[in-house]
C-alpha cells in the first residue's frame, strides 16, 4: 500500500498510525470516536481514491458482465493492499440482460426524434422496431385503471410528477411507473411502454434501471424517455387532441437481450474482532453499477466511504467484535450479490447490518433500530454525530436492498446514516454518474460519520438485535 500521510487535528498522540489492518498489534483502547470522526474530516485519500480507481480503471460495470468481473478483481487488489482480513470472492450464477440498439422518434403529427434507454429486462422490439399509436396515462394509477385489452397494438406512455427530496421519498413515489408500469402494460396488451425517466434533472439523459416482469407476463419492449422528450410528448399529446385529434405514433427500436446465465460474485472483507463469540456487523455497498455511467456516486462512492471507516477502525487497535465488508455484486440488475449473500451466511451470527447506497451526499440524519437495552451505544452514536450536523430521526432504520436479506433472515440491529438525496436523481442511473459529481468534502463527511459509528458499535458487547416485534 502507497505510504500516506494522514492529517489529525485532534490526535496528537497518534504520530505513527498502523498502515495495515493485519500487521500492527492492538494498542490499548484509550481513544475516543471523536479522535475517528475528526481525522476522518480531514483526510480525503481513500475513499476518493476508491471511487476514482473504480470509475477509471474499471468504468461502468453491469452485473454479470465481464466489466463486473474485472471490478471484483480489482476490489479484491484493492482491499487487501489496505490491509483487510479474509479478502475473497463469493461467487454465484445469475439470469443476465444486455442493452442493445435504442433509439425512439415521434413519426406523427410532429416528426421528431426522442432521448430513450431501455429499462433492465425489456423486451426487444427486434431489429424493425415497431411503430404504433401513443396510448397517454398522466399516471401509474390511470394506467392501472385501463380496461383489459385497450392497449392492443398500443404504446403506453406513462408520465409521473417525481419531485427532488431530501430523503429521496420521491422515487418511492413515482418510481413504480418503472419496477411495475411495463408488467402492467404488458398484462393490458400493449405492445411496448416508454415511462418518464424516473429522475429530476432536466438533461437529455433518460435514466436507466430494471423493471420486471411477472412470470408469464411477455416482456414487452419497455423504455425509459428523459424527462425533457417526456414532457414533449405530453405536449403533441395534448395538441393533437386539441386540434386534429390525430394520434401521436411513435417509432421504437428496442434490441436488448438476454445472454443467460452468468458469473458475479460478492467481494467480502473484514476487520477481524477480538472476540470471536460476539456476532458480527455486516457493512455493505454495491461493485456493481448501471451500463450508461461509471457508476461514482452509484455506487463506488457507498464501497469507498465504507472501506475508508473500516481501515479508520483499525487504527484504534482490534476492535471486539468484527466488522465484515460486503461490496455486493448485481445489486442494480436484482440484488443477486445481497441475496447470496443473505443464503450463504444465515447461520453465521450477525449482530447488525449497515448500508452506503444513496450517493455521495452529506449525511443529514441517523435513524436506528435497536434494541431498548442498546441506549447507551445509541447516545454515544447520536452525540458524536452532532458535530457533523447530523439529527437522530425517530423513524425506524431499515437499512439497504444488498442488507435486506440478511437482516430479514436474522432480525438484525440496523443503523442508516442517512444522505442527502436533494440532488441524486438527478445523475441516478444516467451517463452522468461519473467521478467529478463527487463533493470531496461531503465524502469526507459521510467517512467520519460511519468512522465514528462503526467504533462505538464494534466495541459494543451488548445485543444489537431489536426486541420481536408482538
Ligand atoms: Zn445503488
Known amino acids: 500500500m502507497k505510504n500516506i500521510t494522514y492529517a489529525f487535528t485532534a490526535a496528537s498522540a497518534f504520530v505513527a498510525m498502523p498502515q495495515t489492518a493485519s500487521a500492527t498489534p492492538p494498542p490499548p483502547?484509550?481513544?475516543?470516536?471523536?479522535?475517528l470522526r475528526d481525522s476522518a474530516l480531514a483526510d480525503d485519500v481513500?475513499?476518493?481514491?476508491?471511487?476514482?480507481?473504480?470509475?477509471?480503471?474499471?468504468?461502468?460495470?453491469?452485473?454479470?458482465?465481464?466489466?463486473?468481473?474485472?471490478?471484483?478483481?480489482?476490489?479484491?487488489?484493492?482491499?487487501?493492499?489496505?490491509?483487510?482480513?479474509?479478502?475473497?470472492?463469493?461467487?454465484?450464477?445469475?439470469?443476465?440482460?444486455?442493452?442493445?440498439?435504442?433509439?425512439?422518434?415521434?413519426?406523427?403529427?410532429?416528426?421528431?426524434?426522442?432521448?430513450?434507454?431501455?429499462?433492465?429486462?425489456?423486451?426487444?422490439?427486434?431489429?424493425?422496431?415497431?411503430?404504433?399509436?401513443?396510448?397517454?396515462?398522466?399516471?401509474?394509477?390511470?394506467?392501472?385503471?385501463?380496461?383489459?385489452?385497450?392497449?392492443?397494438?398500443?404504446?403506453?406512455?406513462?408520465?409521473?410528477?417525481?419531485?427532488?427530496?431530501?430523503?429521496?421519498?420521491?422515487?418511492?413515489?413515482?418510481?413504480?411507473?418503472?419496477?411495475?408500469?411495463?408488467?402492467?402494460?404488458s398484462k393490458k396488451g400493449a405492445s411496448a411502454i416508454v415511462i418518464r425517466s424516473a429522475g429530476t434533472d432536466y438533461h437529455r439523459n433518460p435514466h436507466t434501471g430494471n423493471t420486471n416482469f411477472e412470470t408469464g407476463v411477455t416482456p414487452i419492449p419497455a423504455g425509459a424517455l428523459s424527462i425533457p422528450d417526456a414532457e414533449n410528448l405530453e405536449r403533441m399529446l395534448a395538441l393533437s387532441q386539441q386540434y386534429e385529434?390525430?394520434?401521436?405514433?411513435?417509432?421504437?427500436?428496442?434490441?436488448?437481450?438476454?445472454?443467460?446465465?452468468?458469473?458475479?460474485?460478492?467481494?467480502?472483507?473484514?476487520?477481524?474482532?477480538?472476540?470471536?463469540n460476539l456476532p458480527i456487523i455486516v457493512i455493505a455497498c454495491h461493485l456493481d453499477s448501471w451500463d450508461l455511467g461509471t457508476g461514482a456516486i452509484d455506487d463506488a462512492a457507498g464501497c469507498g466511504i465504507i472501506a475508508a471507516a473500516a481501515f479508520r477502525l483499525t487504527w484504534m487497535g482490534q476492535p471486539k467484535r468484527t466488522v465484515r465488508l460486503l461490496w455486493a455484486g448485481a445489486e442494480e440488475v436484482g440484488i443477486w450479490g445481497g441475496k447470496d449473500y443473505g443464503a450463504k451466511y444465515v447461520n453465521e451470527p450477525h449482530a447488525l447490518a449497515m448500508e452506503s447506497d444513496f450517493g455521495a451526499g452529506k449525511v443529514w440524519a441517523v435513524d436506528f433500530n435497536l434494541p431498548a437495552s442498546a441506549k447507551p451505544v445509541r447516545d454515544q452514536i447520536t452525540s458524536a454525530l452532532a458535530p457533523?450536523?447530523?439529527?437522530?430521526?425517530?423513524?425506524?432504520?431499515?437499512?439497504?436492498?444488498?442488507?435486506?436479506?440478511?437482516?430479514a433472515a436474522q432480525k438484525l440491529g440496523v443503523i442508516d446514516l442517512q444522505q442527502d438525496g436533494t440532488k441524486y436523481f438527478d445523475l441516478h442511473h444516467t451517463p452522468d454518474d461519473t467521478l467529478d459529481k463527487i463533493d470531496k468534502a461531503e465524502l469526507r463527511q459521510n467517512v467520519a460519520a460511519w468512522a465514528a459509528t462503526l467504533f462505538l458499535l464494534a466495541n459494543y458487547e451488548g445485543e444489537l438485535k431489536p426486541e420481536p416485534k408482538p
Open 245 to 276: 385529434g390525430k394520434p401521436v405514433r411513435l417509432k421504437l427500436k428496442l434490441t436488448p437481450k438476454n445472454i443467460g446465465m452468468q458469473t458475479s460474485g460478492n467481494v467480502i472483507a473484514e476487520v477481524k474482532g477480538s472476540n470471536p
Open 388 to 407: 457533523l450536523g447530523i439529527v437522530p430521526r425517530q423513524q425506524v432504520a431499515g437499512g439497504g436492498a444488498d442488507i435486506g436479506a440478511i437482516i
Open 46 to 185: 481513500m475513499a476518493y481514491e476508491i471511487v476514482e480507481g473504480l470509475t477509471t480503471e474499471i468504468g461502468p460495470r453491469q452485473g454479470g458482465t465481464p466489466a463486473e468481473a474485472k471490478a471484483r478483481a480489482w476490489a479484491v487488489q484493492k482491499l487487501k493492499s489496505i490491509g483487510f482480513d479474509n479478502v475473497r470472492i463469493d461467487e454465484y450464477r445469475m439470469p443476465t440482460w444486455v442493452r442493445g440498439e435504442e433509439t425512439a422518434e415521434v413519426t406523427a403529427p410532429f416528426p421528431q426524434k426522442l432521448a430513450i434507454t431501455a429499462l433492465g429486462n425489456s423486451g426487444s422490439t427486434g431489429d424493425a422496431g415497431i411503430e404504433a399509436e401513443v396510448a397517454y396515462f398522466p399516471t401509474l394509477d390511470a394506467l392501472r385503471a385501463a380496461p383489459d385489452g385497450s392497449l392492443k397494438g398500443k404504446i403506453a406512455f406513462v408520465s409521473h410528477a417525481m419531485q427532488r427530496t431530501q430523503d429521496g421519498s420521491s422515487y418511492g413515489a413515482f418510481g413504480p411507473a418503472r419496477f411495475v408500469g411495463p408488467n402492467i402494460a
Open 29 to 35: 483502547l484509550n481513544y475516543t470516536p471523536e479522535i
